[in-house]
Protein backbone atom coordinates (compact mmCIF):
# COMPACT_ATOMS: atom_id res chain seq x y z
CA UNK A 1 0.00 0.00 0.00
CA UNK A 2 3.03 2.34 0.96
CA UNK A 3 4.22 2.36 -2.78
CA UNK A 4 0.66 2.76 -4.29
CA UNK A 5 -0.16 5.73 -2.28
CA UNK A 6 3.05 8.02 -3.04
CA UNK A 7 2.79 6.45 -6.35
CA UNK A 8 -1.25 8.17 -6.59
CA UNK A 9 0.05 10.73 -4.70
CA UNK A 10 2.74 11.62 -7.26
CA UNK A 11 0.59 11.22 -10.04
CA UNK A 12 -2.03 13.42 -8.99
CA UNK A 13 -0.09 16.13 -7.02
CA UNK A 14 -1.34 15.10 -3.36
CA UNK A 15 -4.82 15.50 -4.56
CA UNK A 16 -7.40 13.90 -1.52
CA UNK A 17 -10.12 13.20 -3.87
CA UNK A 18 -7.79 11.99 -6.49
CA UNK A 19 -5.95 9.94 -4.67
CA UNK A 20 -9.14 8.41 -2.78
CA UNK A 21 -10.91 7.84 -6.60
CA UNK A 22 -7.36 5.40 -7.49
CA UNK A 23 -7.01 3.59 -4.36
CA UNK A 24 -10.64 2.83 -4.15
CA UNK A 25 -10.88 1.55 -8.08
CA UNK A 26 -7.53 0.19 -7.12
CA UNK A 27 -5.75 1.95 -10.13
CA UNK A 28 -2.87 0.72 -11.49
CA UNK A 29 0.49 1.82 -9.98
CA UNK A 30 4.09 0.91 -10.55
CA UNK A 31 7.26 1.77 -8.37
CA UNK A 32 7.89 5.75 -7.74
CA UNK A 33 10.79 7.41 -7.27
CA UNK A 34 10.71 10.45 -4.21
CA UNK A 35 13.77 11.80 -2.90
CA UNK A 36 11.64 13.51 -0.29
CA UNK A 37 10.58 11.82 3.08
CA UNK A 38 6.83 10.60 3.87
CA UNK A 39 4.88 8.88 5.95
CA UNK A 40 1.40 7.46 4.92
CA UNK A 41 -1.93 6.62 6.83
CA UNK A 42 -0.79 3.29 8.58
CA UNK A 43 2.81 4.14 9.35
CA UNK A 44 4.09 3.80 13.39
CA UNK A 45 5.10 7.36 12.81
CA UNK A 46 1.44 8.61 10.93
CA UNK A 47 -0.06 10.23 13.97
CA UNK A 48 -3.18 8.78 15.17
CA UNK A 49 -4.52 12.37 15.95
CA UNK A 50 -5.24 12.95 12.35
CA UNK A 51 -7.53 9.84 12.15
CA UNK A 52 -10.26 11.81 13.84
CA UNK A 53 -10.40 13.79 10.18
CA UNK A 54 -13.19 12.52 8.10
CA UNK A 55 -10.73 12.74 5.68
CA UNK A 56 -7.50 12.48 6.89
CA UNK A 57 -4.68 12.65 4.49
CA UNK A 58 -3.13 9.76 3.14
CA UNK A 59 0.64 11.06 2.80
CA UNK A 60 2.66 13.51 4.61
CA UNK A 61 5.58 14.25 3.16
CA UNK A 62 8.38 16.16 5.61
CA UNK A 63 11.17 17.67 6.41
CA UNK A 64 12.62 18.00 10.02
CA UNK A 65 11.79 15.91 13.21
CA UNK A 66 8.90 13.46 12.48
CA UNK A 67 8.66 12.50 16.13
CA UNK A 68 7.31 15.80 17.19
CA UNK A 69 3.96 14.74 15.51
CA UNK A 70 3.46 12.90 18.56
CA UNK A 71 4.03 15.38 21.29
CA UNK A 72 1.28 17.52 22.74
CA UNK A 73 0.78 20.59 20.32
CA UNK A 74 -1.56 23.88 20.66
CA UNK A 75 -2.51 26.00 17.36
CA UNK A 76 -1.56 29.16 17.03
CA UNK A 77 -3.42 30.71 13.86
CA UNK A 78 -4.72 34.44 12.80
CA UNK A 79 -4.13 37.35 10.30
CA UNK A 80 -1.62 37.60 7.25
CA UNK A 81 -2.36 41.17 7.67
CA UNK A 82 -1.35 41.85 11.67
CA UNK A 83 -1.37 44.68 13.24
CA UNK A 84 1.35 45.84 16.05
CA UNK A 85 -0.91 44.92 18.98
CA UNK A 86 -1.42 41.38 17.42
CA UNK A 87 1.68 40.96 16.36
CA UNK A 88 2.85 42.16 20.08
CA UNK A 89 0.81 39.66 21.55
CA UNK A 90 1.47 36.59 19.09
CA UNK A 91 4.80 36.95 19.75
CA UNK A 92 4.41 36.68 23.80
CA UNK A 93 1.81 33.96 23.48
CA UNK A 94 3.58 31.65 21.20
CA UNK A 95 6.70 32.21 23.64
CA UNK A 96 4.77 30.98 26.76
CA UNK A 97 3.08 28.36 25.15
CA UNK A 98 6.30 26.96 23.36
CA UNK A 99 7.53 25.91 27.04
CA UNK A 100 5.06 23.26 26.93
CA UNK A 101 3.47 22.81 23.54
CA UNK A 102 4.89 22.50 20.53
CA UNK A 103 3.43 25.36 18.14
CA UNK A 104 1.98 24.13 14.94
CA UNK A 105 0.83 27.12 12.19
CA UNK A 106 0.70 27.47 8.45
CA UNK A 107 3.88 28.77 7.44
CA UNK A 108 1.70 31.88 6.08
CA UNK A 109 2.75 35.52 6.32
CA UNK A 110 1.73 37.02 9.22
CA UNK A 111 0.29 35.53 12.50
CA UNK A 112 1.69 32.13 11.35
CA UNK A 113 5.41 33.37 10.99
CA UNK A 114 5.20 35.25 13.85
CA UNK A 115 3.86 31.96 16.17
CA UNK A 116 6.86 30.33 14.13
CA UNK A 117 9.47 32.44 14.94
CA UNK A 118 8.90 32.98 18.49
CA UNK A 119 7.86 29.42 19.55
CA UNK A 120 11.24 28.35 17.84
CA UNK A 121 13.91 30.17 20.15
CA UNK A 122 13.82 28.11 22.93
CA UNK A 123 10.97 25.43 21.76
CA UNK A 124 9.49 23.51 18.75
CA UNK A 125 7.06 24.42 15.48
CA UNK A 126 5.13 22.38 13.08
CA UNK A 127 4.38 24.23 9.89
CA UNK A 128 1.54 22.58 7.97
CA UNK A 129 1.62 23.80 4.14
CA UNK A 130 -0.66 24.80 1.53
CA UNK A 131 1.30 23.99 -1.18
CA UNK A 132 4.14 21.39 -2.35
CA UNK A 133 6.53 20.18 0.14
CA UNK A 134 9.61 22.18 -0.82
CA UNK A 135 7.79 25.49 -2.40
CA UNK A 136 7.78 28.14 -0.12
CA UNK A 137 4.84 30.47 -0.09
CA UNK A 138 5.45 33.45 0.90
CA UNK A 139 8.89 33.54 -0.71
CA UNK A 140 9.47 36.15 2.86
CA UNK A 141 9.69 32.64 5.02
CA UNK A 142 12.56 31.39 3.08
CA UNK A 143 14.79 32.04 6.00
CA UNK A 144 12.12 30.57 8.28
CA UNK A 145 11.28 28.04 5.99
CA UNK A 146 15.70 26.54 5.74
CA UNK A 147 15.50 26.97 9.82
CA UNK A 148 12.78 25.08 10.67
CA UNK A 149 13.26 21.91 7.88
CA UNK A 150 16.59 21.38 10.35
CA UNK A 151 15.32 20.32 14.24
CA UNK A 152 11.34 21.42 13.65
CA UNK A 153 9.25 19.71 11.62
CA UNK A 154 7.10 20.97 7.81
CA UNK A 155 4.67 18.96 6.72
CA UNK A 156 2.58 18.59 3.67
CA UNK A 157 0.00 16.10 1.92
CA UNK A 158 1.21 17.79 -1.50
CA UNK A 159 4.37 16.50 -3.04
CA UNK A 160 7.59 18.67 -4.44
CA UNK A 161 6.98 21.08 -6.93
CA UNK A 162 3.18 21.48 -6.31
CA UNK A 163 2.14 25.47 -6.37
CA UNK A 164 -0.24 26.06 -4.16
CA UNK A 165 -4.78 26.62 -5.05
CA UNK A 166 -6.40 28.84 -2.90
CA UNK A 167 -8.31 26.23 -1.64
CA UNK A 168 -5.31 23.96 -0.92
CA UNK A 169 -5.42 26.42 2.17
CA UNK A 170 -8.55 26.10 3.77
CA UNK A 171 -8.25 21.98 3.27
CA UNK A 172 -5.14 21.88 4.98
CA UNK A 173 -6.56 23.43 7.54
CA UNK A 174 -8.40 20.52 9.26
CA UNK A 175 -4.30 19.25 9.83
CA UNK A 176 -3.29 21.97 11.68
CA UNK A 177 -6.87 21.68 13.77
CA UNK A 178 -6.12 17.93 14.46
CA UNK A 179 -3.13 17.83 15.29
CA UNK A 180 -3.68 20.34 18.19
CA UNK A 181 -5.27 20.11 21.64
CA UNK A 182 -6.20 23.60 21.54
CA UNK A 183 -6.24 26.54 18.51
CA UNK A 184 -5.42 29.60 19.95
CA UNK A 185 -6.65 32.81 17.88
CA UNK A 186 -4.67 35.92 17.69
CA UNK A 187 -6.38 38.55 14.97
CA UNK A 188 -8.89 37.71 12.57
CA UNK A 189 -11.47 39.48 11.33
CA UNK A 190 -14.54 38.62 10.77
CA UNK A 191 -14.75 37.14 7.32
CA UNK A 192 -11.07 35.36 7.61
CA UNK A 193 -9.96 32.08 6.68
CA UNK A 194 -8.74 31.54 10.55
CA UNK A 195 -12.49 31.13 10.80
CA UNK A 196 -12.23 27.54 8.90
CA UNK A 197 -9.49 26.87 11.49
CA UNK A 198 -11.76 27.06 14.30
CA UNK A 199 -14.59 25.56 12.49
CA UNK A 200 -12.33 22.33 11.65
CA UNK A 201 -11.46 22.65 15.59
CA UNK A 202 -14.78 22.98 16.51
CA UNK A 203 -15.77 19.67 14.61
CA UNK A 204 -12.85 17.75 16.52
CA UNK A 205 -14.30 19.01 19.83
CA UNK A 206 -11.52 20.99 20.50
CA UNK A 207 -11.05 24.33 22.72
CA UNK A 208 -10.58 27.65 21.33
CA UNK A 209 -8.76 30.21 23.22
CA UNK A 210 -9.29 34.01 21.42
CA UNK A 211 -7.49 37.20 22.47
CA UNK A 212 -10.00 39.81 22.63
CA UNK A 213 -9.76 43.46 20.46
CA UNK A 214 -11.31 46.61 21.30
CA UNK A 215 -14.96 47.04 19.49
CA UNK A 216 -13.64 49.73 17.35
CA UNK A 217 -11.02 47.84 15.73
CA UNK A 218 -12.31 45.10 12.58
CA UNK A 219 -9.17 44.00 12.73
CA UNK A 220 -9.95 41.63 15.60
CA UNK A 221 -13.95 41.46 15.06
CA UNK A 222 -13.59 38.11 14.17
CA UNK A 223 -12.15 37.14 17.55
CA UNK A 224 -14.35 39.62 19.20
CA UNK A 225 -17.37 37.14 17.80
CA UNK A 226 -15.68 33.87 18.87
CA UNK A 227 -15.55 35.22 22.56
CA UNK A 228 -19.37 36.00 22.04
CA UNK A 229 -19.49 32.91 20.45
CA UNK A 230 -18.70 30.57 23.60
CA UNK A 231 -14.43 30.89 23.30
CA UNK A 232 -12.34 31.06 26.00
CA UNK A 233 -10.86 34.71 26.58
CA UNK A 234 -7.32 35.24 26.77
CA UNK A 235 -6.66 37.89 29.71
CA UNK A 236 -3.10 40.00 29.44
CA UNK A 237 -3.59 39.66 33.25
CA UNK A 238 -3.50 35.38 32.95
CA UNK A 239 -0.49 35.13 30.03
CA UNK A 240 2.65 33.49 32.84
CA UNK A 241 -0.26 31.15 33.87
CA UNK A 242 -1.50 30.40 29.95
CA UNK A 243 0.45 26.93 29.83
CA UNK A 244 -1.47 25.79 32.69
CA UNK A 245 -4.85 26.74 31.78
CA UNK A 246 -5.03 25.78 28.48
Keep these: ?9 LKYDGDYNKIAKAILNKESYKKANCKDNFIIIGDKDYPKKLLSLKKPPFILFYKGDIKLLKKEAVAIVGSRKM ?13 ILSNKYVIVSGLAAGVDSEAHKSSIIKGKSIAVLGSGINYIYPKSNTNL ?33 ALSKSVVVTQAALRSGTMLTVNEALE ?19 CNYLIQQGANIILIEDLIDLCNNI
Excluded: C
Aim: proline content about 7%.
Design 1 to 9: MRERILYYA
Design 83 to 95: TLYGKKYTNQIAS
Design 145 to 177: YNYMQKDNLIISEYPNGVVPKPYYFPFRNRIIA
Design 204 to 222: LNKDIYVLPYSIEDSAGSG
